[in-house]
């Protein structure tokens, strides 16, 4: 693996398990539901705590996906040869569709962009 898809490989991870973590554990923080929401469903008219409560356990289920982005970015990281490289191309993949699919569905470009695109880069690399 090039050192620049090693690189975005270890920054999908970082951003996975940091997403876990926000969604799994701190969602009902309001500094962390307020932004996320507006950028989600930014016409609902919802007070962004009240709709926290309600997506409280999809967001739990939602973070458990990130959490396995991140666990297969670890395994590709630890596996040699092709098993890495398909484990990665996997995680990249994966990471590419969530990313694509929270642009088109939400305002949240930022997260969108900071979610796919370097999986994206990361999977060129690994895979020329």
Known sequence: MSTIALFCLLFVILFHALAFV???F???RPALHRGMIRKVNP???MDPADQA???RILMINQGVYNLMIALG????????G???TALATYVFAFAIAAGATLAFTTV?????ALQATPALIGLWFLLS
Do not use: K, N
Not at 108 to 112: E, I, K, R, S, Y
């Open 22 to 24: 926000g969604e799994a």
């Open 108 to 112: 949240a470009f930022v997260g969108a």
């Open 53 to 55: 409560r309600v997506t």
């Open 82 to 84: 092709a098993t890495g």
């Open 73 to 80: 970015g670890i395994a590709a990281l630890m596996s040699p």
């Open 43 to 45: 016409g609902l008219d």
């Open 26 to 28: 701190l969602w009902m």
